[in-house]
């Protein structure tokens, strides 16, 4: 009989997968691995240096443990970092990689087993509880000591074609995955939102999250459908159940072909009202997808992964050499380059910039992380602005949350404009700095940052986290992410009628931007300007092309005032009323 597993479900364009389960499996190898001499002290060195990290981080959380809390948690950090410091772990572990000559991974998780025996005979119960303690100082070291993404756990294996089951997969290991043909993800973690669902999304690849032991429950090898638009994965498939998907992906592939025709074609409304259609680009090689998907430009490069899988930051000259090699793929079309986004769900390896924090969402992250570190930032914005006496380039600042902000960046803009004069550095002096609506607060404040700025980019997926107080990457609160809750829509309206109302442009670059259901009501909201995945763009186009707008802005007039008690579904069929079938 056909069996079920559930999350949820991110359908790019592609809804559907049929493949063989290949298991990511993150336990550590115990095959010993031995290192030739004259490697042992780079080994210890390696230690040491993970051991400085994890102490780091330890202190780093007990500072933020809270006044008034229980005593015994901040005592229960001081017992790891003690463990840290002692000697039947660490000085063990120096032991076996010099007397052994084992690297030091292999050597920490072998003494980790010696100690773990050691506490699993013990008589007493609480004492027996300490090999967790052990446990979670060992694992906390080996996230220093081994960065391992799950690129490499795949070492040469052949999957294209299967669909990857794992525990967690992180942007950057998604990135490392794009090219090798994967046909879906099966993740036991994750929101619908988080950087590794969007990316999956911009890949085209389908994918179920937040499928809770997923990893435990498949098999390697066995034939999974993966269903992304009802976020079910079925194994132990009935012929008849593997036949209709079979039909449902060549109906889907018929359905794109259609959908080609329109490459070409206007991006407007059946009364004739342009939209225009962008891409918003992951990475550089996406260029090329969002050219052949007819877009009209780029309005959201998301830099951020620049900064992974790699141990140095970039340099101005890489990034404008980036920035240069998308600007000739686009062939003159404009570029909206979004300064860095780090923190959060985007993060890398180098955790001197993001050090642990209780509340990464609300933390250090994006234009707050990049205005307190001018290394990061400075590079970034020079480049950017060099980059701009090559073609039409905008820049646009992600996650403002207050004026002053927006003062800093531009008071950072002016200064490095005037240092490039001196230096007689070509840039556009017009070139449009935008900011990123993603915080409500910033929403709400759209008016006066619109006459601040040049235009203005509704980021949906963080502006429905912050709005209804939802972590976009943790699955288990992923049924409350609404783009249709009453406040959400709300708020973009208010976004849209402030724009309107300065004569500023306004786009959106969410993902619910490339939503083909949400197409009518962004329309009639007042939205002429739409970034998505480039996959998503001609089922956007197909969808602007069959909407009545005059029809849809009397008719979202009417619903927006009676919109907290309709039902969402209510919402949008009335106005799939304005749309031809
Ligand atoms: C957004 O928040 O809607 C957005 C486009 O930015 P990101 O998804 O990269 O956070
Ligand atoms: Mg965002």
């Known amino acids: 009989m056909t069996l079920s597993l559930h999350g949820v479900g991110i359908d790019g364009s592609r809804p559907v997968a049929i493949g063989e389960a290949f298991m990511l499996n993150r336990e550590p190898s115990l095959v010993p691995a031995q290192i030739p001499a004259h490697q042992v002290q780079v080994e210890l060195d390696r230690l040491d240096a993970a051991l400085a990290c994890a102490r780091r981080h330890l202190e780093e959380v007990r500072r933020q443990i809270p006044a008034g809390t229980p005593k015994h948690i901040a005592e229960f950090i001081d017992a790891h970092l003690l463990m ?92 490392l995955l794009r090219h090798r043909g994967v046909a879906a993800f099966v993740i036991e973690h994750g929101g619908p939102m988080s950087h590794t669902a969007i990316l999956a999304r911009s890949l085209d690849i389908p994918a179920v999250m937040g499928v809770h032991r997923a990893v435990q429950r ?64 992951e990475l550089p090689e996406d260029v090329a997808a969002a050219r052949d998907n007819g877009a009209a430009g780029v309005g959201l490069y998301r830099t951020e992964f620049l900064y992974m899988n790699r141990d140095a930051l970039p340099d101005e000259e890489e990034h404008l050499e980036t920035y240069l090699g998308i600007i000739r793929g686009l062939d003159g079309i404009p570029l909206t380059i979004r300064t860095l986004d780090l923190g959060a769900d985007k993060q890398i390896p180098d955790t001197s910039f993001h050090p642990a924090r209780s509340n990464p969402a609300l933390g250090l992250r994006a234009i707050r992380l990049c205005l307190q570190e001018p290394a990061l930032f400075l590079p970034q914005l020079r480049a950017i602005l060099r980059a701009s006496a090559y073609g039409p380039v905008r820049i646009m600042i992600p996650m403002i949350s207050c004026m002053a902000e927006v003062n800093a960046v531009l008071g950072l803009i ?4 005037r240092e490039m004069r001196r230096e007689r550095v070509a840039f556009d002096p017009l070139m449009p700095v935008g900011g990123m609506i993603e915080v409500p607060a910033a929403a709400l404040m759209a008016g ?39 406040a959400v829509i709300r708020l973009i309206k208010h976004v849209i009628d402030a724009a309107a109302s300065t004569r500023t ?70 106005l799939e009323a304005c749309v031809e079938p």
């Open 84 to 175: 840290l410091a002692d000697s039947a772990l660490v000085d063990a572990t120096r032991d076996l990689i010099r007397e052994r000559s084992v690297n030091a991974s292999w050597a920490l998780q072998s003494q980790r087993d010696t100690l773990v025996e050691v506490f699993d005979r013990m008589e007493d119960a609480y004492l027996r509880t300490r090999r967790d303690d052990v446990d979670h100082v060992v694992r906390q070291i080996q996230l220093f000591l081994d960065p391992a993404t799950d690129a490499d756990l795949l070492g040469d294996a052949d999957v294209a074609g299967r669909v990857i089951v794992a525990e967690d997969l992180t942007p950057a290991d998604t990135i």
């Open 218 to 281: 498949l098999r390697q090898g066995e034939l999974l459908v993966v269903d992304a638009e009802t976020g079910t994965v079925l194994t132990e498939l009935e012929p008849a159940i593997l036949e209709h998907y079979r039909a449902r992906l060549a109906n889907f592939d018929a359905h794109r072909r259609e959908l080609r025709r329109l490459v070409r074609e206007p991006s407007a409304t059946r009364d004739g009202v342009p939209v225009v259609l962008l891409a918003n680009l």
């Open 414 to 417: 002016a200064e490095a404009r």
């Open 448 to 486: 006066a940052l619109a006459r601040r700025l040049d235009f203005l980019s509704i980021g949906t997926n963080d502006l429905i986290q912050y709005t209804l107080a939802i972590d976009r990457v943790d699955d288990t609160v992923s049924y409350l992410y609404d783009p249709l809750h009453p």
């Open 505 to 574: 442009r306004v786009s959106m670059c969410g993902e619910m931007a490339g939503d083909p259901r949400y197409t009518p009501l962004l329309l009639g909201l007042g939205l002429r300007e739409l970034s998505m995945q480039p996959g998503s763009l001609l089922e956007v186009k197909d969808r602007v092309r069959r909407c009545d707008l005059g029809a849809l802005a009397r008719t979202v007039a009417d619903v927006v005032d009676h919109i907290d008690e309709m039902p969402a579904q209510v919402l949008l069929d009335k």
